[in-house]
C-alpha cells in the first residue's frame, strides 16, 4: 500500500513538473496568439475601425462584402491556386534533391544539407527583388532572349502570376527540402534491394517503394509550402506589381489603404478557414496512408 501511496505521489509530482515547464509556452502562445486572435474576429463583426478598437456593436456587414462580391471569391480563388501551383512545382523540384539528400553516404552530406537550405539565410524581400532582376522586362532572361534573336520583343514575366509563383516556389524550396528530409524515415534500402533481386528494375522499385514511402514526408512538404504561399504578402505584391490579388495583398490595402479594419479581419478570418481546411484533408491523406 505504501508503494501504491508512493508511485502516485511521484506520478502527481511529475505531472506537475510537466505543467510547470508548459507554463511559459502556454503564456507565451496565449499573449501572442489566442488573445489576437480572439480581437481578430471580434474585430470582423464590427462595423468600423474605431468600434473594432472600442467594441460594441456587432454586424454582419463584412462577411456579407466577403461572400456576396465576386471581387473576393476571385481573391480567394487566386490565392487557392497560386498557393497549389507553388506547392507542386516546389515539392517536385525539391523531391530529387531531399531523396538524394537522405541516401546519400557522402561525408559532405552534411555541407550539401546546408547549401540546399543556405537560402533561408538571405530575406525573401532581397531573393524577390533579385527575381524582379531577373525576370524583368530588361533583366537577364529578356537580354538573353533577345540578344540571341528567338524574340524580338519584351516577354512579360512579371507584374503577373506567373512571376509571383517562379519567385514563391525557389522561395519555399528549402522549407519543402526540409520537411521531406524529416518525413523520410520510412525509407529503408534493404526494401529496394529485396524488390531488385527479384527482378524489378529501378523504375519500378521507385513507383512500388521508394514513392510510396516517402509520400509522408511529401504530404507534410506541401502542406508547409501551400500554408506560407498563400498567406506570403511581400512575394505577390512585389512581383504582381499590383495586378496578383490574393488574400494577403488584399488584408493590406483594407488595413492601411481604405482603413477598413472589419473587412481585414474578415478576410483574415476567411484565410484561417482555408488553413483549417487544408490540414483536414492533410489529415485525412495521412491516415490513409497509414491504414
Known amino acids: 500500500m505504501a508503494a501504491v501511496r508512493h508511485s502516485s505521489s511521484d506520478g502527481s509530482s511529475h505531472r506537475g513538473m510537466l505543467l510547470l515547464l508548459?507554463?511559459?509556452?502556454?503564456?507565451?502562445?496565449?499573449?501572442?496568439?489566442?488573445?489576437?486572435?480572439?480581437?481578430?474576429?471580434?474585430?470582423?463583426?464590427?462595423?468600423?475601425?474605431?468600434?473594432?478598437?472600442?467594441?460594441?456593436?456587432w454586424t454582419l456587414e463584412s462577411y456579407r462584402t466577403v461572400l456576396y462580391d465576386p471581387f473576393y471569391w476571385k481573391v480567394a480563388w487566386n490565392t487557392l491556386y497560386l498557393g497549389v501551383n507553388v506547392a507542386i512545382f516546389a515539392v517536385a523540384l525539391s523531391y530529387p534533391i531531399a531523396l538524394f539528400l537522405a541516401r546519400t553516404k557522402s561525408?559532405?552530406?552534411?555541407?550539401?544539407?546546408?547549401?540546399?537550405?543556405?537560402?533561408?539565410?538571405?530575406?525573401?524581400?532581397?531573393?524577390t527583388y533579385g527575381w524582379m532582376v531577373i525576370l524583368g522586362d530588361r533583366g537577364v532572361i529578356n537580354a538573353a532572349l533577345q540578344s540571341s534573336g528567338l524574340t524580338d520583343g519584351v516577354i512579360r514575366l512579371t507584374n503577373n502570376y506567373f512571376g509571383a509563383t517562379v519567385a514563391l516556389v525557389e522561395i519555399l524550396m528549402p522549407y519543402a527540402i526540409l520537411a521531406m528530409l524529416s518525413g523520410f524515415g520510412r525509407l529503408n534500402t534493404q526494401f529496394e534491394e529485396a524488390a531488385a533481386l527479384l527482378g524489378a528494375n529501378r523504375f519500378r522499385v521507385f513507383t512500388r517503394i521508394?514513392?510510396?514511402?516517402?509520400?509522408?514526408?511529401?504530404?507534410?512538404a506541401a502542406?508547409?509550402?501551400?500554408?506560407?504561399?498563400?498567406?506570403?504578402?511581400?512575394?505577390?505584391?512585389?512581383?504582381?506589381?499590383?495586378?496578383?490579388?490574393?488574400?494577403?495583398?488584399?488584408?493590406?490595402?483594407?488595413?492601411?489603404?481604405?482603413?477598413n479594419w472589419p473587412l481585414a479581419a474578415a478576410l483574415s478570418v476567411l484565410l484561417l478557414v482555408l488553413f483549417g481546411s487544408v490540414i483536414l484533408i492533410y489529415q485525412r491523406a495521412m491516415r490513409a496512408l497509414e491504414t
Open 22 to 57: 508548459l507554463l511559459p509556452g502556454l503564456l507565451a502562445l496565449l499573449t501572442t496568439f489566442l488573445l489576437p486572435l480572439i480581437w481578430l474576429v471580434r474585430a470582423s463583426f464590427a462595423s468600423s475601425a474605431v468600434a473594432a478598437l472600442k467594441g460594441g456593436d
Open 210 to 220: 521508394i514513392l510510396p514511402l516517402s509520400l509522408p514526408g511529401v504530404l507534410t
Open 107 to 127: 561525408r559532405w552530406r552534411g555541407v550539401l544539407t546546408a547549401l540546399a537550405v543556405a537560402p533561408l539565410l538571405t530575406s525573401s524581400v532581397v531573393r
Open 223 to 259: 502542406l508547409l509550402v501551400f500554408v506560407l504561399a498563400i498567406s506570403s504578402f511581400v512575394t505577390p505584391r512585389l512581383m504582381g506589381g499590383g495586378r496578383v490579388f490574393v488574400i494577403g495583398t488584399e488584408v493590406y490595402n483594407e488595413a492601411t489603404v481604405t482603413l
